[in-house]
């Protein structure tokens, strides 16, 4: 992005000024998720600076409401540490019990979107799939759908999973779904799946069909080719497809608020019971930790998707 | 088949088969052609085999909730299935008779029998969606009737509530006395209907859905084209900028794609508060004085700032995969024709990123049409959007029927912008970071 020397000087502050207008745009982009972190260290109930904070104060800094997090719905948060302690907070803290609930749906969903979204996204990128688009529209369209709508319908499927069966003159009688961690596993799973499919099939266009059949001309059956010789190529793209698909798990509030019973209370759901009801200082901390998580995964996916770029001979220029 | 001109025909026939005449054969002696299909039909059902999982995945978990959805938006038996003698005699006699005695004492009957099966509130609810302040009537009269209504039933129910004669309410129960109904659609689009069945504007104060549905399309746009103005200098810098310094950069766009939505709302609530850190810095700028705090939060202006900067990577990457493509000879050969940096710009460089544009403000909108938690957050009572009316209608007021209703022109809408950015884009092209 330099600047051409023959650039006239009205040319040159025009420049500078597009710069300063993309830092400030950059800055928009990222000040919001950077200023959480220091002021979850507050040692006041404020969502501001205090002048505290400002000087560098040491007082002025808490950790407060990291303590919180644990502290919170424990039977005896006041008791002496020690194992004890640890035992009331794994047992009875809300945030732990919604990281728990969270980390078990997001496994269970990934497992299955994962699973089913690379098989056919597998199928999908074969030149003789039959209807394709049309396919491929009805598997992307949970991205696509707004949520809410999705979760309605689920409200309604899951409340009584059998009623379409009475559409066609059947009269079954069969549980809820509304309520377990069955139902917001399925769900989530849905919701995961055009991720999966998008990251893919994008990997696979840029795997060398030759490459499987080479492997079947010197012998190889149809799963040993997919073990032995797909797999490994594709995996850096599965691997970014099933951390997206855990992402949009982990960060779904509507479908949950929707059919999840008070089992399954996934942090989301406990941030926007914080935030409606009376948002204390604690959703910052916890929304510092899950800012540290996404930097993780970002690291995670860039560093997959240099790997796969090399895997399949596309070297950055 | 045998082309004089073309060696190799001549070739192929002969290698193909005893008979040169005849149709091509494999090795085995079958015609090449069935072999052909037959195997392009296995590789189809193999591909196939691939995908089916999946999308019977798909059509329980997501499809079939969805015509669910549809259908309890059409249908809604809280009056037909539970005033089983009424609805009978509605079905009997056409719209205008005058309510008989048969009438009156089905009315009779079928409030005991729904007093007594505790369904009348069902029945009220049903008809208080079309009527609003009927559902006492019924409740009340299902107190009184639990006993037993003696005859002569005109006076008796009269008796009970004069409401009861009211043609009006005949005229909404003949309406629910039907399981299918088309009402919480025209109620959607704030239409109802008279005495006579004729559809015509609700009353002024309900007309809101209308006004709910433009304002969601006004703040779409709006947020579309604010993502627009802040996404394309980004874009441009990170396609033009060797692509190792654009990678760190990038890193900026992405972070936020993947921080939880609830944490970046979270955080525009605490920066735009009025005690919050966007009005602190003002004031200790001095742009504005303490008591003149700006409100920036809980109106249209807090959804507008926190969706666009949700929003703005989906505007982003994809202009900047379509600006990566073009060649920046283009626009040195316009200046070496004489043409001014921005005439350059205008002419040569912008009709050039017209398709990630596009890509990018479809899926913006799209996704800002529908969008939820963020206008329930920091929206106010100004900044909601209609989905957050469509959870307003599940999970407070239980119309559920009414939820549908929004939800399926919402569906729609939305449906028909998919179809559009598959027609101009291709979902094949649909890219994450």
Redesign the interface.
Known sequence: ?AL?T??SPL?KV?HYA??A??AA??F??????V??IP?SFNAEP????TDKMLSFDPEGYSMRWYRSLLTFGMANPDAPGGLGWWADAWQNAKWVNAAKSSIIIGFFSTILATV??T??A???S?P???FR?I????????M???????A???????SNPC??LT?IGLNPQCGKLAGTYLGVI??H??LG?P?VI??V??TLIGFDQSLARAAASLGANPRTTFFRITMPLILPGVISGAL?AF?TS??E??AV??IAGPDQQTI?RQ??NG??EQ?SPA??AV?TL??IF??A??AT??ML?RRSERLRGIT?? | MSNALDPHAAIVTEAGGLDPGGPLRTADGQPLTRALARS?RR??R??????L???L??LL?????????L??SVKNDGFSANMPQLSAWFHEHPRGTEPDDAAWAALAADLTAAAEARSIGLVGTRVNYDMPGTRSLFTSAGRKARGGIEPPYREAILAMDEKWGDPKLWSVMREASSAYTSNFYLAALDRTRDDDGNITMAPEQQQIYVKLFQRTFWLSLIITFTTFL?GF??AH?LA??P??KS?L?M??????F??????????????L?Q???VN?ILVWLGLIGNDQRLQMIFNQTGTIIAMT?IL?PFMILPLYSVMRTINPSYV?AA?SLGAT?WTAFRRIYFPQTLPGLGAGALLVF?LA?????TPA?VGGSSGQLI?NL??MH??QTLN?SM??AL?AL??GG??LL?WVY?RLVG??N????
């Open positions: 992005m051409p023959y650039a040319e025009w597009y710069l207008i993309c745009i950059f928009f982009l990222i000040a919001p998720i200023v959480v002021l404020y969502f501001t600076f089913l979204g098989l056919a597998l199928g999908l074969r003789e799939m039959p688009r396919i491929m529209a009805v598997l992307i369209s949970p696509i759908v707004p949520i809410i709508i999705t309605t319908g689920m409200f309604f499927f899951y009623e379409p559409w399925l769900a799973a849905t799946i991720f998008i990251t099939t994008a997206f992402v982990f960060d509030v509507v608020l929707f989301p941030m926007w935030i409606r948002i959703i910052l929304a899950l800012v996404s930097i995964l970002l996916v860039e998707r950055p220029h | 392009s590789a189809r193999r591909a196939f085999l691939l995908v999982p999946l999308l995945f798909v978990t997501f499809l079939l909730p969805i015509g669910q959805m259908q309890r802040l200098p980004i810098l033009t900028l692509m190792r990678n950069l890193i900026l766009v992405l972070l936020p993947w921080t939880s939505l609830l944490v970046r709302t979270t955080a525009w609530m605490v920066l508060q005690q919050g850190v602190d900067h703005l040195r200046r940096s799209i049409v529908g969008y939820y938690i957050l989905s469509i959870a599940m999970t559920w939820a549908a939800a919402l569906l939305v449906l998919y598959d979902i094949d649909l890219k994450l970071g």
